[in-house]
């Protein structure tokens, strides 16, 4: 149980254009998703948090009008990339909180997003 | 906010050693630490968590110590397989019910030589 997917797998986009990553929970229902960045060798770094039906809140320092977060249903957020510039190129990975008081994280496959 | 240390950044051992890592945080109130393994292009994956009301927790080659005091964690890892070389990343959080939200640490690079 608690299967997260994440599609595309990765993307290649050129610079200027919008790309869009789609986060689902397959056999449990997410209120809430988390979205992280992670550069080579690095961290993986909240982005936002993505409440379903209402706005996501995001962390300082994340452009909430570059990163467009949509919490649509109670299993699909999903997370644009508007005006895709190189320096956004990087692994972009959702997470859901267990269900029933499991505290765990679960997390997607990953986006790896190129942008030329 | 909350602020995860971890070291070492990279880890090198022989196989059928054990491995240490070691993390700090800074918020008293978090209660729950969880460990994740991420394989190179893999999402992280849970192998151990602990909760503040426990002072450590063993799964067969692998276990988990917390001192709340001196608000820091540790993964140990015995008898090392070069299967577990990956990047290891601790987390503490802090929450309730059915929502916590994980402060990572900057992840150890574990190698194991055969």
């Known amino acids: 149980g608690a299967v997260v997917s994440q599609h595309p797998s990765w993307v290649i986009c050129k610079s200027g254009t919008s790309v869009k990553i789609e986060c689902r929970s397959l056999d449990f229902q997410a209120t809430t998703m988390f979205w992280y960045r992670q550069f080579p060798k690095q961290s993986l770094m909240l982005m936002a948090t993505s409440n379903e039906g209402s706005k996501a809140t995001y962390e300082q320092g994340v452009e909430k009008d570059k990163f467009l977060i949509n919490h649509a249903s109670l299993t699909l957020s999903t997370l644009t990339v508007t005006s895709a510039h190189p320096e956004d190129s990087s692994f972009y990975i959702c997470s859901a909180p267990g269900t029933s008081g499991v505290a765990a994280q679960y997390f997607g496959p990953g986006t790896r997003l190129l942008v030329l | 906010g909350e602020n995860v240390e971890q070291h070492p950044s990279t880890l090198s051992v022989q196989e059928g050693d054990s491995a240490v890592i070691k993390c700090t945080y800074s918020?008293?109130?978090?209660?729950?630490f969880p460990w994740y393994k991420q394989e190179l292009g893999k999402r992280p994956q849970l192998i151990i968590d602990?909760?503040?009301?426990?002072g450590e927790k063993k799964d067969q080659r692998i276990a988990v110590t917390l001192n709340k005091t001196a608000k820091h964690f540790s993964l140990h890892i015995t008898e090392t397989q070069p299967e577990d070389s990956a990047v290891y990343f601790c987390?503490?959080?802090?929450?309730?019910?059915?929502?916590?939200?994980?402060?990572f640490g900057r992840g150890t690079s574990l190698i194991v030589h055969p």
């Open positions: 987390a503490a959080s802090i929450g309730s019910g059915g929502s916590y939200i994980p402060t």
């Open positions: 918020d008293s109130a978090s209660n729950y």
């Open positions: 602990i909760r503040s009301n426990v």
